[in-house]
Protein backbone atom coordinates (compact mmCIF):
# COMPACT_ATOMS: atom_id res chain seq x y z
CA UNK A 1 0.00 0.00 0.00
CA UNK A 2 2.99 2.45 0.38
CA UNK A 3 5.50 2.37 -2.49
CA UNK A 4 9.03 1.16 -1.44
CA UNK A 5 8.22 0.18 1.62
CA UNK A 6 11.07 -1.92 2.54
CA UNK A 7 13.73 0.53 0.84
CA UNK A 8 12.33 3.23 3.18
CA UNK A 9 12.53 1.19 6.33
CA UNK A 10 16.18 0.63 5.57
CA UNK A 11 16.79 4.13 4.10
CA UNK A 12 19.95 5.55 4.83
CA UNK A 13 20.29 9.33 5.45
CA UNK A 14 23.04 11.59 4.98
CA UNK A 15 22.68 15.17 7.18
CA UNK A 16 25.84 17.10 6.21
CA UNK A 17 27.50 20.24 8.37
CA UNK A 18 26.11 22.63 6.21
CA UNK A 19 26.18 26.02 7.88
CA UNK A 20 24.24 28.95 7.27
CA UNK A 21 24.12 32.53 8.89
CA UNK A 22 20.94 32.50 10.76
CA UNK A 23 18.78 35.43 12.59
CA UNK A 24 21.40 35.80 15.28
CA UNK A 25 24.00 36.22 13.46
CA UNK A 26 25.96 33.29 13.77
CA UNK A 27 26.28 30.36 11.81
CA UNK A 28 24.62 26.98 12.40
CA UNK A 29 23.57 23.90 10.94
CA UNK A 30 20.61 23.53 8.81
CA UNK A 31 19.94 20.06 9.10
CA UNK A 32 18.68 19.10 5.27
CA UNK A 33 18.84 15.97 3.88
CA UNK A 34 21.83 15.75 1.32
CA UNK A 35 21.57 11.97 0.33
CA UNK A 36 18.67 9.28 0.83
CA UNK A 37 20.27 5.80 0.43
CA UNK A 38 23.14 7.43 -1.39
CA UNK A 39 20.68 9.20 -3.98
CA UNK A 40 20.59 13.25 -3.66
CA UNK A 41 18.09 12.90 -6.63
CA UNK A 42 15.23 9.78 -6.46
CA UNK A 43 13.31 8.32 -9.64
CA UNK A 44 9.62 7.68 -8.34
CA UNK A 45 8.56 10.50 -10.82
CA UNK A 46 9.17 11.53 -14.35
CA UNK A 47 10.42 15.30 -13.50
CA UNK A 48 13.17 16.30 -11.84
CA UNK A 49 12.10 18.82 -9.80
CA UNK A 50 9.89 16.36 -7.84
CA UNK A 51 12.55 14.15 -7.88
CA UNK A 52 15.09 16.36 -5.90
CA UNK A 53 15.79 15.59 -1.96
CA UNK A 54 14.58 18.12 0.12
CA UNK A 55 14.20 19.43 3.52
CA UNK A 56 15.09 17.88 7.20
CA UNK A 57 13.64 14.65 8.42
CA UNK A 58 11.22 16.20 10.76
CA UNK A 59 13.13 15.80 13.72
CA UNK A 60 15.52 19.08 13.69
CA UNK A 61 15.41 22.66 11.63
CA UNK A 62 17.95 25.02 11.77
CA UNK A 63 18.31 27.53 14.88
CA UNK A 64 16.93 31.15 14.86
CA UNK A 65 13.70 29.69 13.27
CA UNK A 66 11.16 32.66 12.83
CA UNK A 67 7.46 32.66 11.67
CA UNK A 68 8.36 34.39 8.38
CA UNK A 69 10.04 31.11 6.83
CA UNK A 70 8.81 28.40 5.41
CA UNK A 71 9.84 24.27 6.20
CA UNK A 72 10.15 21.61 4.06
CA UNK A 73 10.44 17.98 5.06
CA UNK A 74 11.27 14.95 3.26
CA UNK A 75 8.72 11.87 3.58
CA UNK A 76 10.01 8.83 1.86
CA UNK A 77 6.84 7.24 2.37
CA UNK A 78 4.53 9.79 0.33
CA UNK A 79 7.89 9.92 -2.27
CA UNK A 80 7.80 13.80 -2.17
CA UNK A 81 8.92 16.45 0.37
CA UNK A 82 6.02 18.37 2.15
CA UNK A 83 6.08 22.10 2.56
CA UNK A 84 5.56 23.44 6.03
CA UNK A 85 3.83 27.00 6.97
CA UNK A 86 3.58 29.04 10.22
CA UNK A 87 0.10 29.37 11.64
CA UNK A 88 0.60 29.66 15.35
CA UNK A 89 2.09 30.22 18.47
CA UNK A 90 1.70 27.37 21.07
CA UNK A 91 3.50 26.42 24.26
CA UNK A 92 5.21 22.58 24.18
CA UNK A 93 5.55 21.35 28.24
CA UNK A 94 5.62 25.23 29.17
CA UNK A 95 8.10 25.68 26.27
CA UNK A 96 7.20 28.49 23.91
CA UNK A 97 7.23 27.20 19.97
CA UNK A 98 6.02 27.95 16.55
CA UNK A 99 3.39 25.89 15.35
CA UNK A 100 3.91 25.08 11.08
CA UNK A 101 1.32 23.07 9.24
CA UNK A 102 0.87 21.80 5.46
CA UNK A 103 -0.81 24.40 3.28
CA UNK A 104 -4.42 23.44 2.62
CA UNK A 105 -3.04 23.24 -1.26
CA UNK A 106 -0.47 20.53 -0.24
CA UNK A 107 -2.08 17.86 -2.56
CA UNK A 108 -4.55 20.17 -4.93
CA UNK A 109 -4.11 19.74 -8.61
CA UNK A 110 -1.66 21.88 -10.66
CA UNK A 111 -4.52 24.42 -11.61
CA UNK A 112 -4.69 25.66 -8.15
CA UNK A 113 -1.15 24.70 -6.65
CA UNK A 114 1.74 24.65 -9.89
CA UNK A 115 3.89 23.09 -7.64
CA UNK A 116 2.36 20.07 -8.07
CA UNK A 117 2.50 19.23 -11.75
CA UNK A 118 4.79 16.92 -11.70
CA UNK A 119 3.21 14.52 -8.94
CA UNK A 120 0.12 14.28 -10.99
CA UNK A 121 0.16 12.51 -14.78
CA UNK A 122 -2.64 14.80 -15.20
CA UNK A 123 -5.50 12.52 -16.51
CA UNK A 124 -6.07 10.73 -12.76
CA UNK A 125 -5.78 13.81 -10.68
CA UNK A 126 -8.05 14.74 -7.56
CA UNK A 127 -7.32 17.74 -5.39
CA UNK A 128 -6.33 15.98 -1.77
CA UNK A 129 -5.31 13.01 -3.83
CA UNK A 130 -1.99 11.85 -4.06
CA UNK A 131 -1.70 9.13 -6.43
CA UNK A 132 1.24 6.47 -5.36
CA UNK A 133 1.61 5.41 -9.02
CA UNK A 134 1.65 8.09 -11.25
CA UNK A 135 -9.31 14.92 3.56
CA UNK A 136 -8.53 17.89 4.93
CA UNK A 137 -7.99 20.41 1.90
CA UNK A 138 -9.27 18.12 -0.60
CA UNK A 139 -12.37 18.17 -3.19
CA UNK A 140 -15.33 18.72 -1.83
CA UNK A 141 -16.72 16.16 -3.79
CA UNK A 142 -13.93 13.72 -1.25
CA UNK A 143 -16.16 14.26 1.82
CA UNK A 144 -19.76 14.33 -0.11
CA UNK A 145 -19.80 10.91 -1.75
CA UNK A 146 -19.62 9.04 1.51
CA UNK A 147 -21.71 9.44 4.64
CA UNK A 148 -19.98 10.16 7.76
CA UNK A 149 -17.09 11.49 6.36
CA UNK A 150 -16.31 15.10 7.80
CA UNK A 151 -13.20 17.43 7.51
CA UNK A 152 -11.25 18.70 11.39
CA UNK A 153 -8.56 20.47 10.86
CA UNK A 154 -7.37 19.99 14.39
CA UNK A 155 -7.76 16.66 14.51
CA UNK A 156 -6.53 16.06 10.36
CA UNK A 157 -3.66 18.19 10.34
CA UNK A 158 -0.25 17.26 9.72
CA UNK A 159 1.95 19.98 11.95
CA UNK A 160 5.47 20.44 13.34
CA UNK A 161 5.89 22.30 16.73
CA UNK A 162 9.70 24.35 16.85
CA UNK A 163 11.00 25.81 19.55
CA UNK A 164 12.45 28.80 17.53
CA UNK A 165 16.10 29.27 19.48
CA UNK A 166 17.12 26.09 19.07
CA UNK A 167 15.21 24.59 15.69
CA UNK A 168 14.58 21.26 17.54
CA UNK A 169 11.01 20.06 17.35
CA UNK A 170 9.65 19.44 20.41
CA UNK A 171 5.96 17.71 19.29
CA UNK A 172 4.42 16.60 16.16
CA UNK A 173 1.68 15.07 13.99
CA UNK A 174 1.86 13.31 10.75
CA UNK A 175 -1.23 11.49 9.40
CA UNK A 176 -2.41 10.54 6.78
CA UNK A 177 -5.55 8.76 5.13
CA UNK A 178 -4.86 5.31 2.30
CA UNK A 179 -7.96 5.42 0.05
CA UNK A 180 -8.91 2.73 -2.10
CA UNK A 181 -10.85 3.69 -5.61
CA UNK A 182 -14.99 1.44 -5.74
CA UNK A 183 -15.55 1.14 -9.42
CA UNK A 184 -19.37 0.36 -10.45
CA UNK A 185 -18.39 -3.34 -11.73
CA UNK A 186 -21.85 -4.43 -13.44
CA UNK A 187 -20.70 -7.80 -14.45
CA UNK A 188 -19.22 -8.44 -11.16
CA UNK A 189 -22.42 -8.16 -9.23
CA UNK A 190 -25.22 -6.27 -10.81
CA UNK A 191 -27.23 -5.77 -7.68
CA UNK A 192 -24.07 -3.72 -6.16
CA UNK A 193 -23.28 -0.54 -7.73
CA UNK A 194 -21.30 2.38 -6.67
CA UNK A 195 -20.50 5.96 -8.15
CA UNK A 196 -18.05 6.01 -11.00
CA UNK A 197 -13.88 5.88 -9.31
CA UNK A 198 -15.66 6.76 -5.72
CA UNK A 199 -12.67 7.28 -3.05
CA UNK A 200 -13.39 5.21 -0.22
CA UNK A 201 -11.15 5.29 3.08
CA UNK A 202 -9.60 2.20 4.31
CA UNK A 203 -6.94 3.21 6.20
CA UNK A 204 -5.93 6.25 8.63
CA UNK A 205 -2.46 6.48 9.76
CA UNK A 206 -1.44 9.03 12.37
Given at each position: ????????????VT?????????????????????????????????????????????????????????????????????????????????????????????????????????????????????????????????TS?????????????????????????????????????????????????????????????
Amino acid sequence: MIADLSEVVEAFVTIPLKLINNTFGIFARDYAIQEWNNKSIVDWWDDDKCNTISGTDGVQYAPGLTRNQSLRLFNPNLCRTLPLEYEKDVTVHGIKSLRFSMPANTFATSDINPENKCYCDGEHCTSGILPMNCKKGGDEKLQTSLEGVHSSPEKHKTYVDVEPITGFVLNAAFRVQLNGVAKNLPLYNPTVKCPKDSIVPVVWME
